[in-house]
């Protein structure tokens, strides 16, 4: 069983470094996309396993655009054509495994052939056709400028959003009338883990079919979209299982919006008593002892 694990990476070197020797095993390899707009390519750690994505293979990261999918899709395709991998795994630089890498190899090999990919239809498919705010994201084309989280970006999307219908609907003058907007769409956490075969059929359909790609550029956070809707069009729709992930969204004081919490100690036994192999998201400038608790109950 040879897994690729993908990261996604921005900030905290020290903390990417803790992930990379927790993981460390003969079958498994690291493949990193560092933000462009990061500066610590340097202060990670060097192995033959580890593998950081080249300069003109790091994009500069805007949350709810389409640069989130090029960085996975670079890493994706990175991967495949280092060597054959029977699974790629999307995660980030501020995840942390509950499981040890035995562990994880031993998990995999025991679903071998099942997708790891977390979905869900839109309210849309209902019998009662309504649409609402997951349709929004892809219903209308979105200018490149919005994708942003400042305040200023936020208020001029809002203002698109309702002067278009508002979330829950969309005047057909700004309804997309291409091949796009004829998919049936899903939704769910960008977080997946996919096999050697369900990736070679992507990265094949995706080379036949650029208008695909191209449609997603002007969606609204396309990475909780992209890869579900493709993953069900496929012929690997029936091998799916629940992602892979442990994380918070629940409402908590502080939390950042349409960001999950920041896991701490206090979060330690439910982390623990979880199902999951992976969680997130975690920082150690805010609170590395959960890290530490973690390590020090994970069997070897």
């Not at 493709?230 to 629940?250: A, G």
């Amino acid at each position: 069983m040879k897994l690729a694990i993908l990261l996604l990476c921005h900030k905290n070197a020290e903390q990417i470094n803790l992930f990379l020797e927790t993981l460390k095993h003969p079958d498994i390899e690291f493949f990193i996309h560092m933000d462009k707009k990061a500066d610590i390519v340097d202060q990670l750690i060097k192995r033959p396993d580890i593998h950081v994505l080249p300069d003109n293979l790091r994009v500069d990261v805007k949350w709810s655009g389409f640069s989130m999918i090029e960085a996975t899709l670079n890493l994706l395709k990175e991967a495949y054509k280092t060597t054959r991998f029977d699974y790629y795994w999307l995660c980030s630089g501020q995840d942390f495994p509950l499981k040890s890498p035995g562990q994880i190899i031993e998990y995999f090999s025991q679903h071998v052939g099942r997708n790891f990919i977390s979905l869900r239809p839109s309210y849309n498919y209902r019998n009662d056709h309504h649409e609402n705010h997951l349709d929004k994201r892809n219903v209308m084309k979105y200018p490149e400028f919005f994708m942003d989280r400042t305040f200023s970006k936020r208020v001029l999307k809002r203002l698109y959003i309702e002067i278009s219908g508002g979330w829950n609907s969309t005047y057909y003058i700004f309804r997309r009338k291409d091949k796009f907007s004829t998919l049936s769409f899903y939704f769910g956490p960008q977080w997946i883990a996919i096999t050697d075969s369900f990736t070679k059929w992507l990265l094949s359909y995706l080379s036949d079919n650029p208008w695909y790609e191209e449609g997603y550029k002007s969606s609204l956070t396309p990475d909780e979209s992209f890869f579900q809707t493709l993953f069900m069009m496929s012929p690997y729709k029936e091998t799916r299982h629940d992602y892979l992930h442990y994380i918070d969204w629940t409402s908590k004081i502080g939390r950042p919006i349409n960001s999950p919490n920041t896991l701490t100690v206090l979060d330690y036994n439910k982390i623990k008593s979880s199902k999951y192999l992976m969680a997130r998201k975690f920082d150690t400038m805010i609170d590395g002892k959960i890290i530490k608790m973690i390590l020090n109950s994970m069997d070897t």
